[in-house]
């Protein structure tokens, strides 16, 4: 059990996979611009990347038998494909606000890295199958954690006085590292 | 190693994530009526709200499901309406498009600045701070809030206040929401005069403040044929519904508040 709660803090806060391990940037840097859409991405991808570790864990073992591991990330990628499918249906039936502020980065969350990688970690580490939940979780989790507190970030930068070539992109990603260095404060703590 | 056990696995792998989706597809469907893709297809798609729905999809549905009027798309205009009478057979009625105007004329050279601004770059910010650093507390700000919402990108600062390009703007009417001191206002394009100026200060306030402000003098009320400006609060305003645009206004109006198109 305090294996589990070490994972779950270890993979949201210690190695938060935008701000230390730098993946997934591109919907982070593409959802955040509001608070409500960058929770609302945080959490598809919470649901993408649980459910597809659920299934990539018994994915895994079946490969195992037949002596094909090489083929993991084709194989991960067809399953997180799988549940951004029904991410973006179910989201599409049920809230159809969010699904018009999510856009092009809801079915982006295929090629999300943050969430192969999230899968691809479950089988290097070798996790069982409740610590590879723990561990998607986190990593889930430590994604919406970093979205929301961003959106909070560019809604100063909105109103900020900004030199002119700074403005937009640039701006943004050097927020992005100042936000990313206070994170770092997280390492060394498990 | 054999190729043949990886080309099974991954045909069942991709054979049951198909059927899965397949069965989703028919649990999450979203009933959509035929009608409202024709239409959301006839509408420009800009997202600007004018309509009062959310959005063009919004729009469409509101047409099909709650019996909207079909003329409220003002992007659109006369041929989205002939549009959406088409998809839903009914007459459209007349839609007469409309252009947004600032109605200030108290560019750098006319107006006289209260104090030297170098807060945040917003008009709501200047506005906070003593009604902004205009002398003339109800003159354009020129510090472009109407220019960040403009889908368009119809305005911009033109000599210190914000100037809209006709050929650019729909008549969203998002600029008229934003503008902390309302001296935007959207109009029908028939209209050719305009009175540029919102100041209610008295005439004596007025003249200290700004060279192209109204004073209230009422020359343009009683040259009016048509009995359509009335001047109130030392502030002159014009009925477009009886306004002809004749222009006589134009001509006796000494400060540049009336302006021709």
Do not use: W
Request: glycine fraction near 10%; aromatic fraction near 8%.
């Amino acid at each position: 059990m305090k294996e589990l709660v070490m994972i779950l803090i270890g993979a949201s806060l210690i190695n938060n996979v935008v701000l230390s391990q730098f993946m997934g940037i591109c919907a982070f840097l593409g959802t955040s611009k509001q608070l409500k859409s960058s929770v609302g991405m945080g959490l598809a991808v919470v649901f993408v990347m649980f459910f597809a570790s659920l299934v990539t864990y018994p994915v895994y073992i079946l490969l195992g038998r037949i002596d094909a591991q090489y083929l993991k990330t084709v194989a991960f990628i067809l399953v997180i494909a799988l549940f951004v499918q029904l991410a973006e249906m179910a989201i599409k039936r049920f809230i159809p606000p969010l699904y018009k502020s999510l856009g092009v980065y809801l079915p982006l969350i295929t090629t999300n890295c943050a969430v192969l990688g999230a899968a691809i970690t479950n089988v290097d580490k070798k996790y069982t199958l409740a610590q590879s939940l723990v561990n998607s979780l986190g990593t889930g989790l430590g994604f919406t954690l970093a979205l929301v507190l961003f959106a909070g970030v560019r809604i100063r930068l909105e109103t900020s006085d900004i030199p002119e070539t700074f403005k937009g992109v640039p701006a943004t990603l050097v927020a992005a590292a100042i936000v990313s260095l206070s994170f770092m404060g997280f390492a060394g703590i498990v | 190693m054999s190729i043949i056990e990886p080309i099974i696995f991954f045909s069942a792998l991709g054979l049951g994530a198909g059927v899965l989706l397949a069965a989703a597809s028919k649990i999450f469907y979203v009933k959509t009526d035929e009608r409202v893709e024709k239409i959301s297809a006839a509408l420009p798609g800009i997202n600007c709200g004018a309509c009062g729905f959310s959005g063009c999809e919004g729009y469409a549905s509101a047409v099909v499901n709650e019996g909207a009027a079909l003329n409220l798309c003002k992007t659109g205009g006369a041929e989205a309406a002939a549009a959406i009478s088409e998809v839903m057979g009914v007459d459209a009625g007349e839609s007469v498009p409309e252009k947004a105007v600032v109605r200030c004329k108290g560019d750098c050279e006319a107006a006289t600045v209260k104090y030297d601004f170098e807060g945040v770059k917003s008009c709501a910010a200047a506005e906070i701070f003593y009604s902004g650093f205009k002398k003339c507390t109800s003159g354009c700000l020129g510090l472009g809030d109407c220019i960040k919402v403009c889908p368009q990108g119809a305005i911009s600062i033109k000599g210190g206040i914000a100037v809209v390009d006709e050929r650019k703007c729909v008549g969203c009417g998002i600029c008229v929401r934003e503008c902390p001191n309302g001296l935007i206002a959207v109009r029908p394009v028939t209209n050719k005069v305009d009175y540029n100026c919102m100041s209610k200060d008295s005439a004596k306030n007025t003249l200290a403040a700004c060279k192209n402000g109204c004073i209230g003098c009422r020359q343009c009320e009683r040259v009016c044929p048509e009995h359509a400006v009335k001047v109130e609060n030392n502030h002159a305003e014009v009925d477009y519904m009886l306004c002809t645009s004749c222009g006589k206004c134009a001509g006796v109006c000494k400060r540049r508040v009336i302006s021709v198109r």
